[in-house]
């Protein structure tokens, strides 16, 4: 899916485009997006991009508790279930 984005949208930039991450098989959905969240804060939110991020979207884990408290935590309280996944979103980057 992402090389079809990349694909069909080839003007697109990091601030905008989608990312990828190829973790170890040994490591759960959850556990590969929580912890990443980090590197993504850093590179998309406040201080690295003007305007910041606000929505994540995810693929291939679901919602759970624990994610939605770790999300929570970088200001995420707007929560949507797909059907590949979920959707967070908050009103402005962690300042």
């Known amino acids: 899916m992402a ?7 080839p003007d697109e930039n990091h601030l905008i485009g989608i990312t990828t991450f190829n973790d170890l098989n040994s490591l759960s959905p959850e556990e590969m997006l929580l912890g990443h969240l980090d590197t993504i804060e850093l590179h998309h939110g406040f201080h690295s991009a003007d305007p910041p991020y606000t929505v ?8 759970t508790a624990n994610a939605k408290n770790v999300l929570s935590e970088y200001g995420f309280n707007t929560f949507h279930i797909t059907s590949t996944g979920f959707m967070a979103s908050r009103l402005k980057a962690l300042d």
Do not use: A, H, K
């Not at 090389?3 to 949208?9: G, I, L, S």
């Not at 994540?56 to 919602?63: D, I, M, N």
């Open 56 to 63: 994540v979207e995810v693929f291939g884990t679901q919602l």
């Open 3 to 9: 090389q079809r984005f990349w694909n069909e949208r």
